[in-house]
């Protein structure tokens, strides 16, 4: 084997690293999905103080660079309170952080669509507050939400690419590896990107799929 060639165990190599960053935005999506989904709430009990704590840093969050977050994170926070951040910590943080920021605003969007009348309606039954938000608001909320959730988590995918920077062995750090190693930019950036666009696809299909069910079940039950 010359210097140069590129070989089938290298895309054995591009797929562990897909693997690392599937494992990463899995995670994170999770994460960021309930710490923005209780954000939204607190939003719309209006909590005092919590509320206006929440939108502060919703707005920080994503209206900041997420390289700026991932450096603040990894080099920042070891150097202000003197722990041991590690380059996965500092990726987990800060892509949890930063999903939870527009799933927050998506959820606000979601839960706002449902119309004040069925709220008043579904207190005027004796419902509680748990019972509206879980029967009457979430099922239309999410229904509304599918769509741009599925938008916001492509693009979270993609910026899962920026953690190579700080040290995880994902896709893209695999991919400049092979690149300095075998000297073929062409070969090996086309293939990462393809695992890319092929895993964006695969997101983007089962958002949708799962968007036309959840209306279809929402539509049935007269919501």
């Known amino acids: ?29 999770l994460i960021g999905l309930v710490i ?8 719309f009990y209006r909590v005092p103080v919590l ?7 919703a707005e920080l969050l994503k209206n900041s660079p997420v390289l700026v977050q991932l450096f603040l994170v ?9 722990i041991n951040v590690t380059p996965t910590e500092a990726a987990v943080i800060t892509l949890s952080g930063n999903s939870a920021a527009f799933i927050y ?3 606000v969007s979601a839960i706002e669509s449902v119309g004040r009348d069925q709220i008043e309606a579904a207190r005027v039954f004796g419902l509680t507050r748990w019972q509206i938000l879980r029967r009457v608001i979430a099922p239309q909320a999410a229904a509304f939400a599918i769509g741009p959730l599925t938008g916001l988590l492509v693009n979270q995918l993609q910026v899962t690419s ?3 920077v700080i040290g995880v062995m994902d896709l893209t750090k695999v991919g400049n590896i092979l690149n300095l190693r075998t000297l073929k930019p062409f070969i090996v950036w ?3 990107g393809a695992l890319y666009y092929l895993t964006a696809k695969l997101v983007a299909y089962a958002g949708g799929r799962f968007e036309k069910r959840l209306r279809a079940h929402t539509a049935w039950r007269g919501l």
């Open 190 to 192: 086309t293939a990462v």
């Open 105 to 107: 605003v998506i959820a």
């Open 1 to 29: 084997m010359r210097y140069g060639d590129f070989t089938p165990f290298d895309i054995v190599l591009l797929l562990q690293g897909l693997g690392v960053s599937l494992a990463l935005f899995v995670s994170t999506t």
């Open 51 to 57: 509320a206006q704590i929440v939108a502060f840093i």
């Open 162 to 164: 920026l953690i190579s």
């Open 74 to 82: 990894f080099f920042g926070l070891p150097a202000f309170l003197k």
């Open 36 to 43: 923005g989904t209780a954000w939204a709430v607190i939003r």
